[in-house]
């Protein structure tokens, strides 16, 4: 049985900043393109970043990019996700995902087509 068991999320002042972990169990950690998505109240949700760590790939939507790292434990198949300097419209459901390299490639990690995805995590950032 695949599982995604997220952690990390909370409430943080503007300019402060999270660490999200997604430890995942049940399938071959390294053969996915793994990262997170997140849905703002009354928003479509949105890719926010992935990796795939064979390859050292690493993509950021540009809404995070400079504040966001995205890192994993292969050892620990757990991803992370850094959050630093945080904007009140970083607000959002924080879900991790997982998508078979293929699809990554053909569809791409933005299409939000993942084969496996968690429960989510809720980021909420004050002003």
């Known amino acids: 049985e695949v599982q995604f068991v997220e952690s990390g999320g909370g409430l943080v002042q503007a300019g402060g900043s999270l660490r999200l972990s997604c430890t995942t169990s049940?399938?071959?950690?390294?053969?996915?393109?793994i990262g997170w998505f997140r849905q703002a109240p009354g928003k479509e949700r949105e890719g926010v970043s992935c990796l795939y760590k064979p390859d050292g790939l690493t993509y950021y939507a540009d809404s995070v990019k400079g504040r966001f790292t995205i890192s994993s434990d292969s050892a620990k198949n757990t991803v992370y996700l850094q959050m630093n300097s945080l904007k009140p419209e970083d607000t959002a459901v924080y879900y991790c995902?997982?998508?078979?390299?293929?699809?990554?490639?053909?569809?791409?990690?933005?299409?939000?087509?993942?084969?496996?995805w968690g429960k989510g995590t809720l980021v909420t950032v004050s002003s």
């Open positions: 049940g399938f071959d950690f390294d053969d996915y393109v």
């Open positions: 995902a997982a998508q078979e390299l293929r699809a990554y490639y053909d569809k791409g990690w933005f299409s939000g087509e993942m084969n496996y």
